[in-house]
């Protein structure tokens, strides 16, 4: 993932917006990839592992963000956060006995482990074409997730999209994750582009607040499939997926 940035402007749409900029920086779950399909299924074994009865599931289901219906509420801690805030909201919310809470968060942890290797990933749209496409319009292109970096690039590999990203950061990276403007921050440094030349796309209220605490040029918001985009009243432009980010001049 070596830089390639070439200077110089250019102008993107998107959304009814327009923005003149040098970068693109997106969010991977829920915008190049489906939440719900990837995410919802290891969230469920997560809980299985920790919680010891049915009040514990579904007390556990309300806080960590999943409905009845196999889907993440937009905006959950599922569906937004790190592996520690995950961890951080299990144990708020149960109150885990000290005596067992080591084993039972250990047992989740590894059972995640094991899963996340083989995890589904489905492209929302067709993200290749569209990253070598901006790419080619000399845009430089970062990813800012709350997921593991590791993850991460796992993922790239498998959209066959890694060699169109310049710099990526995740929420165990040596910044604060998002919605802290850190992430943003570290991205400029890692590419020489200042975040004011920087387009934010995503579709969570972590996106939406890095974006605007690091001064970034704007922010597109990706609306899932199923819920309308949280943020879909506070971005700049409303997308159903970055195949509709255009390269306007």
Wanted: aromatic share 4%; proline share 5%.
């Amino acid at each position: 993932m070596q830089d390639v940035w070439r200077s110089g402007h250019v102008i993107v749409s998107g959304g009814q917006a327009t923005f003149d900029v040098d970068s693109i920086v997106f969010d991977k779950d829920g915008t190049l990839i489906d939440l719900d399909s990837t995410w919802f299924g290891i969230t469920e074994a997560w809980i299985s592992a920790v919680a010891v009865d049915s009040g514990e599931i579904e007390h556990l289901e309300q806080a960590l963000g999943l409905d009845n219906q196999g889907f993440l509420v937009p905006g959950g801690v599922a569906a937004t956060g790190t592996f520690r805030e995950i961890e951080h909201a299990t144990r708020h919310a149960l109150a885990i006995d000290p005596s067992t809470v080591d084993d039972r968060l250990r047992e989740a942890r590894e059972i995640v482990a094991r899963a996340i290797p083989n995890l589904p990933v489905h492209p929302i749209g067709d993200v290749r074409a569209t990253m070598a496409r901006l790419k080619a319009n000399g845009l430089v292109l970062c990813v800012a997730s709350s997921d593991d970096q590791a993850t991460i690039v796992r993922h790239l590999d498998q959209l066959q999209i890694a060699e169109f990203v310049s710099a990526l950061i995740g929420g165990d990276g040596p910044v604060t994750p998002k919605p802290h403007p850190a992430s943003l921050w570290y991205l400029s440094d890692q590419v020489g582009i200042a975040t004011e030349r920087m387009l934010m796309v995503g579709d969570s209220f972590t996106d939406l607040g890095a974006a605007r605490r690091a001064g970034a040029a704007g922010i597109l918001a990706v609306a899932p499939r199923r819920h309308p985009s949280p943020i879909e009243e506070l971005a700049d432009g409303l997308i159903g997926s970055i195949q509709e980010i255009l390269v306007t001049g």
